[in-house]
C-alpha cells in the first residue's frame, strides 16, 4: 500500500509574525520558512506506518511555489521515498484549490491513505483535508491523536479527542485521516540523511498538467494585528475589584 502526505512550507513557528506595512498579509521576505507542524506529525505517522509493514512507499507532497522543494527535501531527509512538488506559483492556494489538486494527484498515484495535517498554522483554514475526502468520496477521520491499520482487512482505526472523551473510528481504506497534535512527536531529520535528499530527483508538476484550474475563492481584504491588551492592575481589595468591574470595564 501507498501513503500520500501533504505538506505546507509555513513560516516557522519561533517566527515573531510582522504585517506587511500595506496590510495585505503576512511578512515573508527573509523570514525562516519550514515545514507545518502538523503535516511533520502526518508525515511522521505516515513513515511509522511504513516502518511497521502496513505501507510499501511514502510520498510526499506540497502545493506552491519553488520554494516548496526546500520542504520537500526535509521530508525526504525525515524518510519519505519520493516528493512530488506542484508548482503552483507565488499566489496563495486557498484550501479548495490544493483539494482539487490533491485529489487529481490520487488519481495518479493511487494511494491507500492520504494523511494531512488538520490545520496550517498561517491560516489555520482546517478545510482541506475534509475537502478532499469530499471530492473523492472517501472516509475521512479528523483530528486523530492514535492511528492503528490492519493490512488484511484494509481497515484504518483512528482515535480522536472530543469534549466528552475519546472517540473511536474505524475507516474503510482508502481513507483520508488529518492528524492532531498528540499523535506522535515527529523524528529529526540526521545530516547524512540531509545530504542524500539534497541529491534526489522531486517530480515537478503544474495545475495545468493536472487539469485543475485555480481560482480566487476568497480575496483577503485586510490583514491586521489584534489590539494590544492594556497592562494589568493589582487591587487591593473584593470592593475595589467589584468597583472597577462595574463602572469602568461595565461588566456587571
Known amino acids: 500500500m501507498k501513503v500520500m502526505v501533504a ?3 509555513v ?3 519561533a517566527v515573531k509574525i510582522r504585517v506587511k506595512p500595506d496590510k495585505s498579509g503576512v ?3 527573509n523570514v525562516k520558512m519550514s515545514m507545518n507542524p502538523f503535516c511533520e506529525i502526518a508525515l511522521e505517522e505516515a513513515l511509522r506506518i511504513r516502518e511497521a509493514g502496513a505501507a510499501a512507499e511514502v510520498v510526499a507532497v506540497s502545493v506552491g511555489p519553488a520554494q516548496c522543494v526546500d520542504t520537500l527535501r526535509t521530508a525526504l531527509a525525515m524518510g519519505a521515498d519520493r516528493a512530488v512538488h506542484v508548482d503552483a506559483g507565488a499566489a496563495p492556494v486557498l484550501p479548495l484549490s490544493v483539494a482539487k489538486i490533491l485529489k487529481a494527484l490520487v488519481q495518479v498515484e493511487q494511494p491507500g491513505l492520504l494523511i494531512l495535517g488538520k490545520q496550517a498554522i498561517d491560516d489555520d483554514c482546517n478545510q482541506t483535508g475534509q475537502m478532499i475526502a469530499g471530492l473523492l468520496r472517501w472516509p475521512q477521520g479528523t483530528f486523530a491523536s492514535k492511528v492503528v491499520l490492519d493490512k488484511e482487512k ?3 482505526t483512528m482515535e480522536r479527542e472530543v469534549d466528552g472523551g ?3 473510528l474505524s475507516l474503510d481504506l482508502p481513507a483520508v485521516i488529518t492528524t492532531d497534535l498528540r499523535l506522535n512527536q515527529p523524528r529529526y531529520a540526521t545530516l547524512p540523511n540531509i545530504m ?3 541529491s534526489k530527483v522531486i517530480k515537478k508538476v503544474t495545475p495545468a498538467e493536472l487539469n485543475v484550474e485555480l481560482k480566487p475563492d476568497l480575496e483577503v481584504v485586510q490583514v491586521a494585528e489584534p489590539p494590544k491588551r492594556k497592562a494589568g ?3 487591593s481589595s473584593v470592593d475595589e475589584l467589584i ?3 462595574k463602572n469602568e470595564a461595565r461588566i456587571l
Open 154 to 156: 484494509q481497515v484504518a
Open 27 to 29: 511578512e515573508t521576505s
Open 233 to 235: 492592575v493589582i487591587v
Open 7 to 9: 505538506v505546507k512550507r
Open 166 to 168: 475519546i472517540e473511536t
Open 243 to 245: 468597583h472597577k468591574l
Open 11 to 13: 513560516v516557522d513557528y
Open 196 to 198: 542524500k535528499a539534497k
